[in-house]
């Protein structure tokens, strides 16, 4: 069933931008104000080292496009690197197409790009109290988290250390908070999951992804749209949160999950490395890998244009 809000998907491997629009139109700005595209609803934008394609319908052509665009490794990598890379991008690979495929049947979508910023300026994981109070009228929620939707937590390996700016020590507490952050929230995905569907074997059989998407099926229509809503206006303080979050729906509980993954992230780390290092992590890297963005209200749809950069 089709939901009545605004879709975008934005989602990187490596150096490969993909966004697929499902309604509406989005403007991709180019480097320093050229090579500007306009990517129209059934598109997917896919943007790389080799430039920037447009490429009509089928999210899962764009896919498989990207999983061929990476660059090659360096001659030097050693085996030990070589399949740590290639274990990575499998898990980004099948992440962005479970991601795709959920979209195209009506869930949100991750967005901003890199180097996104919020309308007061302020960077997109981190908008202002005007900004909120603005995204409380479009129902629109937006947030980064921690790549959470393959199978295994993502791995930062040496070079991608070394290009991120990590030392060994800060590496081992990158690696090992993502890793607790990814257990728990699969862990308490499969929880709700049960609630919802009620077989415990299947959940054991599937990916997060898929039971996610699982369980978006199965819950009440507009429940999410709802959810929204009030999780917009609590964010800009016009709402209290609720006292007993185990009387909410199970979608919405779980959206209010992953809304606190940022924070949690940095949180964890910070408790490793200092606060000012985890916070600046966060702004050098534009968040922790995933950007989510979830707009509309209940009973309304439209269009609109957006700046994805």
Same mark, same amino acid.
């Given at each position: 069933?089709?939901r009545?809000?605004?879709?975008?998907?934005a989602?990187g491997? +490596?150096?490969?931008l993909v966004?697929t629009v499902?309604?509406?139109s989005?403007?991709?700005a180019g480097k320093?104000?050229?090579g500007? $595209?306009?990517?129209a609803a059934g @598109?997917?934008?896919v943007a +790389?080292p080799d430039?920037?394609?447009?490429?009509?319908?089928d999210p899962?052509?764009?896919?498989a496009?990207?999983e061929? /665009?990476?660059a090659?490794?360096e001659?030097?990598?050693?085996?030990?690197e070589?399949? !740590?890379r &290639?274990?990575? !991008?499998r898990?980004?690979?099948?992440?962005?197409?479970?991601?795709?495929?959920?979209?195209a #049947?009506g869930g949100?979508?991750?967005?901003?790009?890199?180097g996104?910023?919020?309308?007061?300026g302020?960077?997109?994981? &981190?908008?202002?109290k005007?900004?909120?109070?603005?995204?409380a009228?479009?129902?629109?929620?937006?947030?980064?988290?921690?790549?959470i939707? +393959?199978t295994e937590p /993502? #791995?930062?390996g040496?070079? /991608?250390?070394? $290009?991120?700016?990590?030392?060994?020590e800060e590496?081992?507490a990158?690696n090992?908070?993502?890793?607790?952050?990814?257990?728990?929230?699969?862990?308490?995905?499969? $929880?709700?999951?049960?609630e919802?569907?009620? &077989?415990?074997?299947r959940? %054991?059989e599937?990916?997060?992804d898929? /039971?996610?998407s699982? =369980? *978006?099926d199965k819950?009440?229509?507009?429940?999410?749209?709802r959810?929204n @809503?009030?999780i917009a @206006?609590? *964010?800009?303080?016009?709402? @209290?949160?609720?006292?007993? =979050?185990s009387?909410?729906?199970?979608?919405e *509980? =779980?959206m209010?999950l992953q809304?606190?993954l940022g924070e949690? #992230?940095?949180?964890?780390?910070?408790a490793?490395?200092?606060?000012?290092r985890a916070?600046?992590?966060?702004?050098k890297?534009?968040g922790w890998?995933m950007?989510r963005?979830?707009? +509309?209200?209940?009973g $309304? %749809?439209g269009?609109?244009?957006?700046a994805?950069r």
């Amino acid at each position: 069933m089709k939901r009545p809000w605004r879709d975008v998907a934005a989602a990187g491997i +490596g150096a490969v931008l993909v966004v697929t629009v499902y309604e509406g139109s989005v403007l991709f700005a180019g480097k320093d104000g050229g090579g500007d $595209k306009k990517v129209a609803a059934g @598109q997917t934008l896919v943007a +790389g080292p080799d430039g920037v394609r447009v490429v009509a319908g089928d999210p899962a052509s764009a896919a498989a496009l990207a999983e061929e /665009m990476p660059a090659a490794p360096e001659a030097s990598a050693s085996r030990e690197e070589l399949l !740590q890379r &290639d274990t990575q !991008q499998r898990a980004e690979i099948a992440s962005l197409r479970a991601r795709v495929r959920d979209l195209a #049947t009506g869930g949100g979508g991750p967005g901003g790009g890199p180097g996104a910023r919020t309308p007061s300026g302020r960077p997109w994981f &981190d908008p202002s109290k005007e900004d909120l109070v603005r995204y409380a009228a479009e129902c629109r929620v937006s947030y980064d988290l921690p790549p959470i939707n +393959g199978t295994e937590p /993502m #791995t930062i390996g040496p070079r /991608m250390a070394e $290009k991120m700016g990590l030392s060994p020590e800060e590496t081992a507490a990158y690696n090992r908070v993502f890793a607790s952050i990814h257990a728990s929230y699969v862990a308490e995905l499969r $929880k709700l999951y049960v609630e919802v569907v009620g &077989d415990a074997s299947r959940a %054991d059989e599937l990916s997060p992804d898929a /039971m996610l998407s699982e =369980l *978006r099926d199965k819950s009440p229509p507009g429940e999410e749209e709802r959810a929204n @809503q009030r999780i917009a @206006q609590e *964010r800009a303080g016009l709402a @209290q949160p609720p006292a007993d =979050l185990s009387r909410l729906s199970a979608i919405e *509980r =779980l959206m209010r999950l992953q809304g606190s993954l940022g924070e949690r #992230t940095e949180r964890e780390l910070a408790a490793a490395i200092g606060p000012e290092r985890a916070r600046a992590l966060r702004e050098k890297n534009d968040g922790w890998g995933m950007h989510r963005e979830f707009a +509309g209200c209940p009973g $309304k %749809d439209g269009e609109e244009d957006r700046a994805v950069r």
